[in-house]
């Protein structure tokens, strides 16, 4: 009887690598793979990179420097590691890996990852597998099915690619490069994941996208969807009771979409929407396709249509030219809208894009400086909110066990961790908690009294 073979994916970046690397071990189970927490019992260890970061590229080469010791070690033992590079890196760097290190046994680009099957098979022969192209069949259609078991082990909650790639190509940005041209799925098929995600036991579904709301994919009735038409039609699927979406950009925010906000009472209230800075020039030069004024607009529309919406964000600071009257629009936009939290980033240029050839660079003391502003301005608006919590009752879905014996963690509708003391069997349901602590990083809450006996909740619209 042949060995089960093992196989470590570890996932770096976005919660789109997250959902591949997930997506990656579903295709592999079929081929006699299980998961495997530690890469030492592994017969392949996966790297799925993530070039978004400054020197991307060097960590990767530093990780597969730790797997090549594994490696050796298993080598003097008489057993094989075979190493896998994927993910945004491979695609942008895709044969220069195995060139640059030898450990390396194949290459597997992001939209590749549904041959990984027949790589291995081919690799075991010795070969150096490089797959890096876009080809022309459909990843998400060639892809195994995730096994009941594998998504009941991911918990209640999981995300769903439903677009990839992005058109918008901003100036300092690599993904146009790496992920390619917007792409969607059908609607038909995000719909059958969404609902083999339901038996198996997840409550809450997360769509995501590099441009996600740029979804366009063939609708149920043959004509294109949009994100807003898709998201009602994911709230009838019974169990699915909170859906979320990300990353979206403000010119991609429409009628339809914002309207669902108001009218879907499974869209939680919390939306992630980067503006990357609080000024015009800067906007312009980032190439982003809206003004301070259109982001404003959007967030006003937003709120119209809820008013409880809370809104997260991205900032970059010191982009090539950002004078301190442009960093002041930035200070001055995070008041204005006073976000429930944000990721902020110093610039730090990306070969290949046009900001990293763009004059007047900001030096890194003056990013760093303003940075620090930046995040404290941020800070105070995040702790303001959550303060805001105190006393409130919110409805919590709860997630998996805490730290503590009889603790359970979930979440509230605005995406804030609560931690909450209440027996196991309410994971997967949706409780009233009243907060009775603000944390640094969670709320703390007790049950309150109307909470529902343990059953399936229903599903959200
Ligand atoms: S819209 Fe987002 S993913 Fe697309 S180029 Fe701009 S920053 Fe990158």
Redesign the pocket.
């Known amino acids: 009887m042949s060995r089960v073979r093992k196989v470590h994916v570890k996932s770096f970046g976005c919660q789109m690598n997250v959902y591949d690397s997930h997506r990656m071990a579903d295709t592999l189970a079929p081929a006699g793979f299980s998961e495997t927490a530690h890469p030492e019992d592994a017969d392949l260890v996966i790297l799925n990179t993530c070039h978004i970061r400054e020197k991307a590229v060097e960590k990767v080469y530093s990780e597969i420097g730790r797997m090549r010791v594994l490696k050796e070690a298993a080598a003097a033992q008489g057993r094989s590691i075979m190493i896998a590079v994927a993910g945004c890196v491979a695609q942008a760097e895709s044969e220069e890996i195995v060139r640059r290190a030898s450990a390396v046994d194949l290459v597997v680009g992001s939209q590749n990852y549904h041959r990984l099957p027949e790589m291995i098979a081919r690799a075991a022969n010795g070969a150096k597998i490089v797959d890096t192209e876009f080809p022309v069949e459909d990843k998400f259609e060639a892809l195994a099915a995730p096994q009941r078991a594998a998504i009941a082990k991911r918990g209640i909650s999981a995300f769903v690619t439903v677009q990839e790639g992005?058109?918008?190509?901003?100036t300092?940005?690599?993904?146009?490069y790496t992920r390619g041209a917007e792409v969607s799925r059908p609607v038909k098929q995000i719909v059958a994941e969404v609902e083999r995600l339901a038996e198996a036991g997840v409550r809450e579904v997360t769509l995501i996208g590099?441009?996600v709301n740029a979804y366009h994919g063939l609708g149920e009735d043959g004509a294109p969807s949009s994100l807003g038409k898709l998201l009602r039609r994911l709230a009838e699927v019974v169990g699915i009771v909170r859906l979320r979406y990300t990353?979206s950009?403000p010119r991609d925010m429409d009628d339809d979409l914002i309207a669902a906000h108001g009218k879907l009472a499974a869209l939680m209230p919390y939306v992630h929407l980067?503006v990357?800075s609080g000024s015009d020039r800067m906007l312009a030069a980032m190439n982003?396709k809206h003004t301070r004024q259109d982001y404003l607009s959007v967030i006003a529309a937003l709120r119209a249509a809820r008013s409880d919406l809370a809104f997260s964000s991205d900032f970059i600071v010191g982009f090539p030219g950002e004078t301190e009257d442009d960093f002041q629009d930035t200070l001055t936009l995070v008041d204005e809208v006073g976000f429930a939290g944000a990721y902020s980033f110093m610039y730090s240029p990306r070969p290949g894009t046009p900001a990293a050839e763009m004059a007047d660079q900001v030096p890194a003391g003056v990013k760093a400086e303003r940075l620090q502003r930046l995040q404290a301005a941020i800070t105070w608006h995040q702790r303001a909110f959550n303060a805001a919590s105190a006393g409130r009752n919110l409805d919590v879905l709860l997630e998996k066990p805490g730290k503590l014996p009889g603790q359970l963690v979930g979440r509230s509708p605005y995406l804030q961790a609560v931690q909450v003391m209440a027996p196991r069997s309410l994971i997967g349901q949706i409780a009233p908690v009243t907060v009775t602590e603000v944390g640094s990083n969670s709320l703390f809450g007790a049950l309150a009294e109307e909470t529902p006996a343990p059953q399936l909740a229903e599903a959200g619209a």
């Not at 992005?166 to 901003?170: A, I, Q, R, S």
């Open positions: 992005c058109d918008k190509f901003c300092f940005c690599v993904v146009p590099q441009n990353t950009h980067p990357q982003r």
